[in-house]
Nanobody, 117 residues
């Protein structure tokens, strides 16, 4: 069974930075992209950033210029650096692995990030 282990969440101050990590428990051979999504209370889950196997990145407008996503293919890990934190960054952050169909996608259990003003 594949597990995604997320870490790095917690209580942060506005203006600060965070680094989230996600490590996949075993090799997957059909990964298209890895990424981070977030869900704030009362809102739908939304994309934060993704990175493809070739290294192409995509960022939500809300974090563009503040976020950097990176991956370590050898460790099967993905990271999110988010700077200049804002209270509106408060959410549960989920790691995602997107695979080529028909192979399944995987989600982490989520890590809470709370940004205080």
């Amino acid at each position: 069974q594949v597990q995604l282990a997320e870490s790095g969440g917690g209580l942060m101050q506005a203006g600060g930075s965070l680094r989230l990590s996600c490590v996949v428990s075993r090799h997957l051979f059909n990964i298209n992209a890895m990424g981070w999504y977030r869900q704030a209370p009362g809102k739908q889950r939304e994309l934060v950033a993704t990175i493809t196997s070739s290294g192409s990145t995509n960022y939500a407008d809300s974090v563009e210029g503040r976020a950097t996503i990176s991956r370590d293919n050898a460790k099967i890990a993905v990271y999110l650096q988010l700077n200049s934190l804002k209270p509106e960054d408060t959410a549960v952050y989920y790691c995602n692995v997107d695979q080529t169909p028909p192979f399944p996608d995987y989600w982490g259990q989520g890590t809470q990030v709370t940004v205080s003003s």
